[in-house]
Each structure stands twice: as structure tokens, then as C-alpha cells.
């Protein structure tokens, strides 16, 4: 059984396949719908945060990997997602169409980036300690474990400033690495939820379809539903994805096969320490 | 001996990271693993310091040691060479 991953947004722009036609018709559909031509990606729609235009970047390099392979007759068996892959995994499972992934992948992002004028936010990602040590530092700072991605790969979302302490005393607390990245706002934790109003009636807006193709979700890795898409588009920014869970459930359901789609190889070398500890 | 271990080290790195399609032999001796070279990031470094403890029985503490012994194939095997038990 095959399994596409579709990867969240990148931390920094990479290469596009900018020779390819078929890139090219995605990047004009990104431009059209939400003025971001990732084939100009320092140029273009220079009004949207870094952030944002990352997060399109990394919906169109999905969407178009997934186009690809179907074309090339290599089809999926199940869907799972990190994050905002979200977006691009229900295009593909046929729920939305590419135009309404990108645009819900815009608009979303432009919402929660409103967050970031109030308060400077950012990203802290720790390599080497154990959930436990780090829920606890997290808590002595103020800030939320965003993303569980293995037992050792861990990604803090809150405030800059506390998310630079808990940095600290992760260091001091036996981390092997650590580094940081501003964000627009903290995904993936409660602060979102200051937001939840405005994010409901973007998706209000949206027709979904019910998915040919199952598409399992990072929280409870549960099986999405036409009716459970909405709810789940908004809570999924509130709370943690939990990458290590998802992939030991696809695992165990029969998955035998990984292909990750989009930016990066992130998720299956998160899958490859998971592998290596069972 | 640093030249007896660079095979070895080679072929942990093929094996821990997975990397397919790839022989120790094609894997250059003094490139770096990191950024250019094999395009190692830190997710892999610490894939690495996990099977140099195994094999070698030789702890990386941190990332600022491992961004030194990372550095490439030779450095792994001389920090395997100079901390081994």
C-alpha cells in the first residue's frame, strides 16, 4: 500500500522546477489566484509575508509534484499530511481543486500572519531531548511543543522572546541542536484560537467534496470526511501535529511504501529515525 | 588507523541514512557531508551520532562538536580513531 505525505511549509525558498511546463501552469495558477508567482519568489507579491509566500511556494511544488505522478501512472493508496500540507493532500485526495488549495493555503496564511503585527513570534526547533524534558520547558516558558515529529524531533511555537529562552535551557538541558526561525504566529498551538472566528468563515466559504482517495489527519489520525474537512482546517492551527503518531497508525494499517510530496525530505527522515527505534 | 576506518564510516553513513543507490566508494573521502557534498541536514546529524555510538561506541555530544566531526568522511574517522575505547 502507497502512502503520499504531503510535507508543511518549508523554512527557507528552494528550487523550483522552473524548466518545466507543467510548473509553470501551477505557478501562473498561484499568481492568478493569489498574486505569488513562485517562479519570482524575492519579487513577487512582495505585500505577503515570508511566511506566506512559503507557504504558497510549498503548496505549489505539492501540487505539482502530485500532478506528476499521477501522470506518470504512480497513484496513492492512502493520503497523510504535516501541517499545511494540508491544503495540496486534499487536492489531491479530490476534495478541492489546485486553485482552492492555494487559495485557502493564501488566505489562511494571510489571516494568521495578522497575528504576527501584534506580537513578534517564532519557531524553535530542538533535535536530541525527549517530549517529557521539553513539555517541561516549554511550560517554564510560556510557549507550546507545534509539531511532535519523533521522539527526538521537536518544533516550539510562541512568542519570540520566550521561544529564545526555552532555547537556552534547552542547550543547557542536553539538546544537540537547536535553532530558531521567525514566524508570522504560532501555529500549531492555543494562541491560534484568538482567531478561530475570522478562520471559520474563510472555510465557510469553501465547498468540499467527499475525498476519493483517504486522507488521514495528524491529530487523532483520523479518516477526513466532506463533513469533519471544515472543522478540522481550523483546529488542525490550534494544535500540535503529531507526525510520529500518524506515521506508526499508516504503518500499521498496511502502508509499505512512503513517497513524500512536495519540498524536501524532511518527513521521511523523520519516518527513517522512527523506523530505527522500532 | 584512519585508512582502515573510512570504509567503515562510508558504509554507516549508506546504511543509517538510507541512502540508495549509492557505494561507499562513490562517496568522496574530504567532501563535505553537510550543506554541499551529500546534502546532510541536522535531522541526519543526529541519524549519525546514533550509529557512530553503536558501531564505534564514540559519543558526539552536541552540534557544535558534531559540526567538526561532520565535517567529512576523514573527520568522522579520526574523532572515531582519537575517542574509541
Known sequence: ????????????????????????????????????????????????????????LGSCVSLHRANQLTRQGSGADLLAEHSMGIYPALSASGSIDNATALALTWRIGVSVAEMGLQREYALGCVIGLTCEVLETIAANNGIYIANHNTSRHFLLAGEREKVDAALVEAMASGAFSISSFPCDAPLHTPLIEEITGKLQRIVAEYNFLEPRIPLVEHIAQTTLTAATIPRFLVEELCRPVYWETTYCFLRSHGVTRFQEVGVGSALSKFNRWIDSES | MIEDLIPKVKQMIIDSLRIEGMSPDEIETDAPLFGEGLGLDSIDALQLVVAMEKEFGVVVPDAATGSTVFASVRSMAGYIEEHRK
Open chain 1, 1 to 56: 500500500m502507497i502512502c503520499w505525505m504531503f510535507p508543511g511549509q518549508p523554512i527557507a525558498f528552494a528550487d523550483t522546477p522552473s524548466d518545466d511546463p507543467e510548473f509553470k501552469k501551477t505557478a501562473l495558477l498561484c499568481q492568478k489566484t493569489t498574486g505569488f508567482n513562485p517562479l519570482e519568489i524575492h519579487t513577487s507579491a512582495s505585500a505577503l509575508s515570508q511566511s506566506v509566500r512559503l507557504q504558497l
